[in-house]
């Protein structure tokens, strides 16, 4: 955690590097194993996700309550 009431400011060379980062393709670090292949094709599939994401988008969009702005 950062000190509080002591800002920084981070050097070009810092912000160049972070642009650069930024910049750099998002890859894996390594690919899965076979073991792992397997498990995901025979994992379970909940078949109400779905559903229930959608349910959960509705009920964050139509909260109300203490800190909601009008």
Known sequence: MADEGHETKPSDATRAAEE???QR???PDRAPTDEETEDAE???RDKD?????DEMAKRGANQQ?????P
């Open 20 to 22: 650069a980062e930024s």
């Open 65 to 69: 309550g203490e800190g909601r702005l």
């Open 49 to 53: 996700a779905g559903a229930h994401y």
């Open 25 to 27: 393709a998002h890859v």
């Open 42 to 44: 025979h994992a379970p």
